[in-house]
């Protein structure tokens, strides 16, 4: 009689477990496909953030850094290319600062000039 007393509260334990999951599992794989769904839009969302932000950046024809040039405008021109290709030819004047490194470099560029960059 006693281990059917202590069988009964585990069975009825189990029955109690697939009651819930039966009940529930919809809603909790529902609950955590929403919250993946708004992750991934608002990881969209950055991303769109990020390139309209790049797309603020003007664009010059190089006639047009020629002329700021000529006219004396204060500029600082940066190489983003590599040491390698900055060493074969460059604008006169350029400071090389390859892309990868301008999160590191970029206090190296004076704040109160126009800063113009470059790759090709």
């Known amino acids: ?6 069988r009964q509260p585990r069975q009825q334990q189990r029955k109690r477990v697939d009651g819930f999951w039966q009940r529930y599992s919809l809603w909790v794989v529902g609950g955590l496909l929403g ?4 992750g991934i839009v608002f990881l969209v969302s950055q991303g769109n953030q990020s390139s309209s932000a790049a797309l603020a950046v003007p664009r010059l024809e190089p006639e047009a850094v020629k002329a700021k040039m000529d006219a004396g405008t204060r500029m ?9 290709e900055y060493e074969q030819s460059h604008i006169s ?4 600062i390859p892309v990868e490194e301008i999160p590191v470099r970029y206090t190296e560029l004076d704040r109160g000039s126009e800063i113009i960059t470059y790759c090709t």
Not at 1 to 6: L, S, V
Not at 93 to 96: D, F, I, L, P, Q
């Open 76 to 84: 600082t021109i940066v190489d983003t290319r590599s040491a390698f």
């Open 93 to 96: 004047g350029a400071v090389s």
């Open 1 to 6: 009689m006693g281990k059917k007393a202590r």
């Open 35 to 38: 919250i993946v769904i708004v």
